[in-house]
């Protein structure tokens, strides 16, 4: 199988080294061309035909927000990765960046101390994403046939008898800020129970995007607090850089944050939000995991259904990578894979059960339904 073409656009000659060299060891890989600036690298997409592009945030000329919205508009299924810096600046610009169609991003090493660390960090997490961006575009397949079929067996595991939903749990990784976005606000408002949330990002980036999800949505949606009390209809998204878990103490739910050791590579993780949640309410989870690279919330999906609990994936079809969703689906832990447009109303149903709530409740329409008309403030 031919090496995935990486063309690589930043406006330093020395990052376009760096990147470069931290990638040429692999031989899956091959750097066919270089950019200083996006619309040089536009002009080389045609000449070189790359199958994935890493993409600077700023630049001069043409910068990185610019020449994503150009290169949408021509090449719509082109993998992108933002790289970007990891500062307030850098982190709105990403999250704008991935609003417009980015596949993911990578944040510039900082403070690593020599290049060979650089080059160390940027391989762990540059190669493996774009691996994963180009498994389809390669043709190369995600799950084999029989995975799929253990998918299909697992939406038909879905007779047990289930408790009342007391908390949602969600898990997601590439392509789950906008997955989210998509989510969220059409949950109502006044749903029932908590929300907790790991979405595999650093410091500044969990923060920024719980601030733009609770701009889209009717729901409360902060970054998470240690010691804090879950309400119903409460989103609380783990912070960058910390663990997130649920306990019960006195009948209430509360949150708590910890540094303990990354998991998967990952903190937040989300395998020890769903143990936690587990721990804490036993069979009345409803555990969802959406689009995401490897394998982060298997283990944890494991005990939730151990506990008699309910697990939820996103299907094949629209993730950006079916990593995630993919490894709890073939293993026959999935009470359901449901499209992401599909998403909220199933949510709704299961949590709908064993209360008495229509499973349909009205929402608050979000700024762009209701025609840019603002949504009321609250306090």
Not at 334 to 347: C, F, N, P, Q, V
Request: glycine share 8%; aromatic share 4%; with cysteine.
């Amino acid at each position: 199988m031919r090496p995935i073409r990486v063309l690589v656009v930043d406006d330093s000659a020395v990052i376009r080294k760096v990147l470069c060299d931290g990638l040429a060891p692999d031989a899956a890989l091959e750097v066919v061309g270089t950019a200083a600036n996006g619309r040089i690298a536009l002009a080389k997409i045609p000449l070189v035909n790359p199958d994935i592009v890493t993409l600077d945030v700023e630049m001069p000329e043409m910068d990185g927000l610019e020449t994503l919205a150009a290169l949408r508009k021509i090449y719509p299924k082109l993998p992108v990765i933002m790289f970007s810096t990891v500062t307030e600046r850098g982190a709105a610009i990403t999250l704008d960046a991935l609003a417009l169609g980015a596949s993911d991003y990578v944040t510039k090493p900082n403070h690593t101390g020599s290049l060979e660390a650089t080059l160390r960090q940027l391989r762990a997490e540059l190669i493996p994403k774009i691996k994963a961006l180009c498994a389809t575009r390669l043709s190369v397949p995600v799950v084999t046939n029989a995975a799929v079929a253990g998918a299909r067996r697992a939406d038909l595991q879905t007779k047990r008898e289930f408790s009342r939903v007391d908390v949602l749990a969600i898990g997601t990784s590439t392509g789950g800020p906008n997955a989210l976005a998509a989510l969220l606000p059409t949950i109502p408002e006044n749903f029932a129970v908590p929300i907790v949330i790991v979405q595999h990002m650093p410091p500044l980036f969990t923060r920024l995007l719980a601030g733009r999800l609770d701009q889209r949505s009717g729901l409360n949606v902060r970054e998470g607090v240690d010691g804090e009390v879950l309400k119903p209809g409460d989103v609380r998204i783990a912070p960058g850089d910390f663990h997130m878990i649920v306990e019960k103490k006195g009948g209430a739910l509360v949150l708590a944050l910890n540094q303990n050791a990354p998991e998967n590579y990952c903190r937040p993780a989300v395998d020890p939000l769903f143990r936690s949640v587990a721990n804490a309410c036993g069979a009345s989870v409803l555990a969802v995991v959406l689009t995401g690279m490897g394998s982060d919330g298997s283990s944890g999906a494991q005990y939730i259904r151990e506990k008699g609990g309910q697990i939820l994936v996103q299907d094949q079809a629209s993730s950006i990578v079916w990593g995630m969703p993919g490894q709890i689906a073939t293993a026959g832990l999935a009470d359901g894979t449901y499209a992401l447009k599909s998403m909220a109303a199933e949510i709704c149903r299961r949590v709908a059960l064993k209360r008495d709530l229509p499973a349909g409740a009205s929402r608050r329409p979000s700024t762009a339904e209701a025609g840019k008309i603002p949504a009321p403030q609250r306090p």
